[in-house]
């Protein structure tokens, strides 16, 4: 089993972070890894640039301070542009040895639509990624959290 060292965790400032950070926790204690915090600003003009930074801020140094809490050695790192090539870019200029992200549960059709960072991801790395499951399964009436 390959062991971690160096993991870059993508957020995107949402809900589904709290998926992937408890899961990096276990994960990062287990390696006795690094983890880097990883946003990337997607913005169409300067107000909207400013505004979203500020909020990529305050969920980096959440996250930061919760996997520090948990004893994970983290850094956090904000970059600008669109999100695929920008996370590529920060694969291309690091050693780390895993990506992992929330998946946000878009159904095929809203996939095809709208496109998938993941997905594209996916293709194009060289390393390990690791998708979480950001949002619950949802139950359909009748059955417990076990499918029963």
């Not at 992200?101 to 809203?110: E, N, P, R, S, V």
Request: glycine share 8%.
């Amino acid at each position: 089993m390959p062991v971690y060292k160096n993991i870059l965790v993508t957020i995107d400032c949402s809900p589904v972070d709290d998926a992937v950070l408890e899961h990096i926790a276990a994960l990062a204690q287990q390696n006795d890894a690094e983890v880097c915090l990883l946003h990337v600003v997607h913005s169409h003009t300067l107000g909207q640039e400013r505004a979203l930074r500020h909020a990529a801020e305050t969920a980096l140094n959440a996250g930061r301070e919760r996997l520090e809490g948990n004893g994970v050695r983290v850094h956090t790192r904000i970059r600008s542009g669109e999100p695929e090539a920008e996370i590529l870019a920060e694969i291309a200029g690091n050693e780390y040895d895993l990506l992992a992200m929330a998946t946000h549960g878009h159904t095929f059709w809203a996939d095809m639509l709208l496109g998938s960072v993941s997905d594209s991801l996916k293709h194009r790395i060289h390393i390990p990624m690791l998708l979480i499951r950001g949002d619950p399964p949802q139950r359909t009436p009748g059955h417990d959290a076990a499918g029963a």
